[in-house]
C-alpha cells in the first residue's frame, strides 16, 4: 500500500480527507496533511490525523482503559458472529473506501477488509487512543480523529460504505460522504442484548424504541435495503465480563470496584446472550 510522504497515511485515504475548518482538499506535507488556505495537521506515526475541531460532545471519547477492555473483549471471539454478519451483508466493494464511524478499535472494519483486499479504510472516532488501535500494525487502514456530530471531514462521494457499529449516526453527513449506491450498515443492540447482566450488575439498558428512531433519522435520505437480526449465546468468565462491562457506556457511571463485587458474585461461566439488528441503507440517486 502506496503511503503519503514520511507517513503511514494510505494515500487514498488522505484524498478522501478535507479540511475540518474549511473543506478544502488535504495534501500531504512532510509528515503532515495542509489545505490551500494554510491549516495543517500532523499525521501520527501510527497513520492517523487528528482533524477534531472544539472540545466535542462531553462524555463522547473513550479512555484508553476502555479500549483496552474493547481490545481484550474482542480478542476473545465472542463478537466474530457479528463481524461475519457484516462482511455477508455488505455490497461489492471493488477498491472502494470504508468509512468506520465510530470506529473503536476497528476490529469490525479489520473483518471487513479482510473480506474485501481491494478496498482501504478510514477508522474514524472521537477517540484518539481508539483511532491509533484501528490503524496500528493495519497499512491498508487510515485514520483520523472526528466528533461524528460535527460535520465529517471527508469528501463527498467520497465513500463506498458506512459502518455504524453500536455508535452515534450522522444522517446528513452519512448521505453526504457515500456515493450514489453506496451503502450504510447499521449494528443496533436490542432490549434483549445483554439481558441477563444489564439487571444483575446494573448495566444502562438499550432504551426502547432504538430501531424505530434509527429508520426515521435515516429513510428521509437513505432508503431501506436489508434488515437482519441475530442472537446467540456467549458462555463468559468474569473476567470476559469485566471487559465486555468495562468496554460500553456503563464503565462511565459505576466505580471499578464496585462493578468487580457484582461480577464475583455471579457464579461462572455465565451465559449471556447477545442480540443485535443490522439495517442496511442505500444513498439515493
Not at 477534531?52 to 463522547?60: F, V
Not at 472516532?125 to 487502514?141: C, E, H, L, Q
Not at 439498558?205 to 428521509?220: H, I, M
Request: hydrophobic share 45%; net charge neutral.
Amino acid at each position: 500500500m502506496t503511503t503519503a510522504a514520511g507517513s503511514a497515511l494510505p494515500v487514498r485515504v488522505r484524498a478522501a480527507l478535507r479540511c475540518p475548518l474549511c473543506a478544502e482538499s488535504l495534501a500531504a506535507e512532510s509528515g503532515a496533511v495542509r489545505c490551500t488556505h494554510g491549516h495543517a495537521f500532523d499525521i501520527a506515526k501510527q497513520g492517523y490525523v487528528n482533524l477534531l475541531t472544539g472540545k466535542g460532545a462531553p462524555g463522547s471519547s473513550d479512555g484508553m482503559e476502555m479500549v483496552r477492555a474493547r481490545q481484550t473483549f474482542l480478542a476473545s471471539g465472542h463478537y466474530a458472529p457479528l463481524a461475519r454478519m457484516l462482511v455477508e451483508q455488505l455490497p461489492e466493494l471493488g477498491d472502494g473506501l470504508v468509512l468506520d464511524a465510530g470506529c473503536g478499535t476497528g476490529y469490525y472494519l479489520r473483518a471487513v477488509l479482510d473480506a474485501n483486499p481491494d478496498a482501504v479504510g478510514l477508522a474514524g472516532d472521537a477517540a484518539k487512543n481508539a483511532v491509533r488501535s484501528a490503524t496500528s500494525g493495519a497499512p491498508r487502514i487510515g485514520g483520523a480523529v472526528f466528533d461524528i456530530w460535527q460535520g465529517l471531514p471527508v469528501q463527498s462521494g467520497s465513500v463506498a460504505a458506512v459502518l455504524n457499529v453500536f455508535a452515534p449516526r450522522n444522517p446528513r453527513e452519512f448521505h453526504r460522504v457515500l456515493t450514489v449506491g453506496g451503502a450504510l450498515l447499521v449494528l443496533t443492540p436490542t432490549s434483549a442484548h445483554l439481558a441477563e447482566l444489564v439487571d444483575r450488575l446494573g448495566l444502562l439498558s438499550v432504551e426502547q424504541g432504538k430501531l424505530r428512531r434509527a429508520d426515521a433519522e435515516l429513510t428521509p435520505l437513505l432508503y431501506p435495503a436489508g434488515r437482519e437480526q441475530l442472537r446467540f449465546t456467549m458462555r463468559l468468565t468474569h473476567a470476559e465480563i469485566a471487559a465486555l462491562v468495562g468496554m460500553g457506556p456503563t464503565a462511565r457511571h459505576l466505580p471499578e470496584d464496585t462493578m468487580r463485587g457484582r461480577i464475583a458474585d455471579l457464579a461462572e461461566p455465565v451465559e449471556v446472550a447477545a442480540e443485535v439488528v443490522l439495517s442496511v441503507y442505500r444513498r439515493r440517486g
